[in-house]
């Protein structure tokens, strides 16, 4: 595994300078962490950026699983063996098969549709991840999956839902 950053990681419950303003991480009540919006937004507003230490492995099984990293959990994928965490919130947008946001480009977490005040922000997971990782889904959606497995796994009508709020190292 390579790291590409020779600074020390410190990681924010805040927003970084590239997340939006307007949001916060708060705690689920079910299964950690998340982030939620303190006002309304609109569709293709940036909510946070994976502005993070680049990770390289061969395996996202080889990324770097014990506390307080998390990188296996917590990093996206952004291209065959790369994997990007996020200094500021990013990391800790929760997954859902019924997502109000997405990625644009590779980083940024954007919104897909209207997203009210207090409502949680979620991507589908699956919308960067295509790698031996998985991970039991609990995000409850009537579209709910069972699994988060990676885009390969994605039937074609949800990859055409999402058009393109999926990463760009995907389309």
Known sequence: MHLNRERPIQWSLHPGPFDNPNVEVFDTGRYGLGVRTLVGLKPGERVAVFDGPIYTAETCSDL?????????DHAIQFAKHRWRDAFGIARYVCHS????????GLFNVVTRRNVAAGEEITFDYDMTENCDWSMYCRCKSRNCRKWIRGYRFLPIDVIEGYGSYISAWLR
């Open 97 to 104: 098969c019924d997502p109000n946001c997405g990625i644009s």
């Open 64 to 72: 770097p699983c014990q506390a307080p990293k998390l990188v296996r």
